[in-house]
């Protein structure tokens, strides 16, 4: 909770210190490719491949076309999988553990020059809102070690509100077409119904690498 409370007010802080310039600002859409994992979920544990797509807009908060504030709306995929690659013969191996959430980034954005068509990066928080778990091929019970924990169905209920650090580069063509990676660190429980085990009490952090593009209207 102080790391969200910490990353909130950093951003307040920051937009209010900036020379922000509304009456400038650009809107654009967005979308691309997710591979993300959980860590110290589910057994086994692999990858899961999605998708996310959105709305932008690009403010400028200084005079030299290089600093920028970039806020987005998005559907965010993400998520696990159990594809872990020394568990092919695992009956769980096909299970899949998506989240769903409309994801709220606020970048700040800068690039390496004032060129035209120039490389940048970009770093901020994300508050990530969960509409949507799916579980698909799961055991009917998750066990330790051959043991039911409390003899419940725990697959996992995905918390409702996750925060991560966002972080990204990319490319941009004329200020308009651009390609960006990111990669975003989750920094709260992304299961914190998995906690009741002692032996599975470790934070469940959600991490996603995404490729994607961005279209930026004049």
């Keep these: 909770m102080k790391k969200i409370v910490f990353g909130i007010a950093m951003s307040a802080s920051l937009m209010l210190s900036a020379q922000i310039d509304f009456r400038s600002t650009r809107y654009g859409i967005t979308g691309g ?22 709305l932008l807009a690009v403010i400028p908060i200084d005079s030299s076309d290089q600093f920028y504030i970039q806020p987005e709306l998005e559907y965010l995929g993400a998520g696990e999988s159990g594809k872990d690659k020394n568990a092919k013969n695992s009956p769980d191996y096909n299970a899949i553990y998506g989240n769903s959430y409309i994801s709220v ?7 390496f020059s004032e060129a035209e068509s120039e490389f940048f990066a970009m770093a901020g928080p994300k508050f990530n809102f969960l509409i949507g778990q799916t579980i698909k091929n799961a055991p009917q019970r998750y066990t330790v070690e051959g043991q039911v924990i409390n003899g419940e ?22 200020r308009k077409l651009e390609l960006t990676g990111r990669y975003d660190l989750g920094l709260s429980n992304t299961y914190p119904g998995l906690m009741k085990d002692p032996n599975l009490a470790k934070k469940k952090s959600e991490q996603v690498l995404s490729v994607g593009l961005s279209y930026i209207f004049d």
Excluded: D, M, Q
Aim: hydrophobic share 35%; charged share 10%.
């Design 105 to 111: 980034p606020i970048y700040f954005k800068g690039f």
């Design 33 to 54: 490719a997710t591979y993300s994992r959980v860590s110290n979920a589910h057994n086994p544990s692999g990858a899961r491949y999605s998708v996310y797509g959105g």
């Design 153 to 174: 169905l725990v697959h996992g209920k995905a918390a409702s509100f996750n925060f991560a650090l966002g972080f990204g580069l990319g490319y941009s063509y004329k």
